[in-house]
């Protein structure tokens, strides 16, 4: 039994020994965890470096939002400030017109929505310093995105047209062949053959420039007509509705073309409706109210100045014409042209150049004929509401005006003109218009005895009440083809409700 026990023993302490051994030749675990550290810590480093740089960039984007935002209230603000505080303009010299005036309130203006829209069109149209604006947008602006026409399968934005646009197509033809024989510096000897002829070249296309709907061809800006497209329907039943309530006094319908009818090339003629087509429409539309055709008249007289080359406006010369032919269907005696005083403005620069900043206009000044009645009248000017009388002259100085500006010898828009001349022949004249109807004025002094002067556009009174209170015994429309069958349309049937 000892000696079992003892032996035991013996093999205990031998594993003992043995695995003290084992023990000194395994690595510590201590050692085993630092190399652990060391590896996490070198992962970690990368780790917390990208969330530091994201970090920075979020706040570097967040200092750009916070700037932008307040950038964006600043320009707001100052615009804002500059639109809604500064004084704003009534008239502008370089488009011949009165600026939009402010809307008069009333409930059912703003339900129909009439009166918030006139509040935009208000400070859309009177913002402070606009000519320098517009000179601006067209100078930096506008090229960045205009174009010729031609360039490419772009057409033109029509006015209610709905056909097809195409582009045009301009041929260069090229130089004529010079042969020896035609060179006079080669000696006449050494010309042994019959000279060599070329046939003269064709003459070029017109190449056109379209920029807002005109076309400015052949140093001629054309404002290019869209087509009635049903509205010349609308325009006839407004006129029978003044005939129908005032009865048997005369009523005449007059509706005048634009230089679209007479100048517009050829190769361009897809760019526009036919004007002469619509008048025709009107004229089998109206009701006992007689048609005076402008548009022949002023046919047989197109190679002269009758419209003008920079101005959307016709010449005083094409108002001649025109009311010439007026005169005759009305039964009244007209003035010659030797009966007037004529009166030249050069250097004219109107209307088409301010809406095109086309440099062929500006480089291409026109002169401004205008006529003034030898024989006197008496003027006086009223208010939208025929009032506020003042004595006035028939035709503004032109002195001061800009060139652009000169069409405005014929006086603005908004007012009423009454003209009493020393023909006595018992005819007063009730002319309903716009623009293009100032010209007429003058022309008509030797054939009424009283003539009111009414712009459509800025009219308050009932115009049934209007013509009987001045005794009318004759009753004008005179308006371009785009006030006829455009928007200036309804003002006629509004003046009827007023």
């Not at 003459?203 to 807002?212: H, K, S």
């Not at 026109?366 to 028939?394: G, M, R, S």
């Not at 006086?411 to 716009?434: A, M, Y």
Request: aromatic content about 10%.
């Amino acid at each position: 039994m000892n000696e079992d026990n003892k032996t035991a023993s013996q093999d205990e302490k031998k594993n003992k020994s043995a695995g003290a051994n084992d023990k000194a030749e395994r690595p510590e675990p201590v050692i085993s965890i630092e190399a652990s550290d060391r590896e996490k810590t070198a992962i970690d480093i990368p780790i917390k470096a990208k969330k530091l740089k994201k970090q920075r960039r979020k706040t570097t984007l967040n200092s750009i939002a916070l700037a932008n935002i307040i950038l964006m209230g600043a320009i707001f603000a100052g615009g804002f400030v500059y639109v809604a505080l500064l004084p704003h303009e009534t008239k502008a010299d370089d488009e011949n017109r009165m600026l939009t005036k402010f809307p008069k309130f009333s409930v059912k203006n703003y339900v129909s929505g009439e009166y918030t829209a006139g509040i935009a069109d208000y400070f859309d149209d009177t913002v402070h310093d606009r000519a320098h604006i517009k000179q601006f947008i067209a100078d930096n602006i506008t090229p960045l995105k205009g174009r010729k026409y031609g360039d490419g399968e772009d057409g033109a934005e029509l006015y209610g047209s709905g056909f097809e646009k195409k582009p045009v197509v301009t041929v260069t033809t090229a130089p004529p062949v010079t042969t020896a024989a035609q060179d006079v510096s080669a000696p006449a000897a050494e010309t042994t053959a019959a000279p060599e002829t070329t046939a003269p070249p064709e003459e070029e296309p017109a190449q056109g420039e379209l920029t807002n709907n005109i076309l400015i061809v052949n140093k001629r800006g054309i404002t290019l007509y869209g087509g009635a497209w049903g509205t010349e329907q609308e325009y006839a039943s407004f006129v029978n509705e003044y005939k129908e309530a005032l009865g048997g006094m005369n009523v005449y319908s007059m509706v005048l073309p634009t230089s679209s009818s007479f100048y517009l090339p050829e190769e361009y003629s897809n760019l526009a409706y036919s004007e002469k087509d619509d008048f025709d429409k009107i004229e089998a539309s109206l009701k006992g109210v007689i048609p005076v055709d402008a548009y022949n008249i002023l046919n047989a007289h197109k190679d002269e100045a009758i419209y003008s080359r920079t101005d959307h406006h016709w010449q005083p010369l094409g108002a001649y014409y025109a009311a010439e032919q007026f005169a005759l269907m009305a039964g009244v005696p007209f003035a010659d042209l030797s009966e007037y005083e004529t009166v030249t403005l050069p250097g004219y620069v109107g209307t088409l150049y301010m809406y095109t900043q086309s440099a062929t206009l500006l480089n291409n000044p026109e002169d401004f004929v205008y006529y003034k009645p030898k024989t006197p009248v008496t003027v006086t000017q009223y208010d939208t509401h025929f009032q506020n009388p003042v004595a006035a002259n028939l035709l503004l100085d032109p002195a001061p005006m800009p060139n652009s500006g000169y069409y405005m010898v014929f006086g603005s828009d908004e007012r009423i003109v009454h003209v009493n001349t020393e023909c006595k022949n018992g005819r007063n004249l009730v002319i309903f218009k716009d623009s293009y109807g100032n010209a007429l004025l003058p022309m008509l002094t030797s054939s009424f005895e009283n003539i009111y002067l009414c712009d459509i556009r800025y009219f308050d009174l009932n115009a049934i009440d209007f013509i009987d209170s001045v005794e009318a015994t004759d009753v004008l429309f005179a308006m371009c083809s785009f006030s006829a069958v455009g928007a200036n349309r309804s003002c006629i049937h509004n003046n009827l409700k007023k």
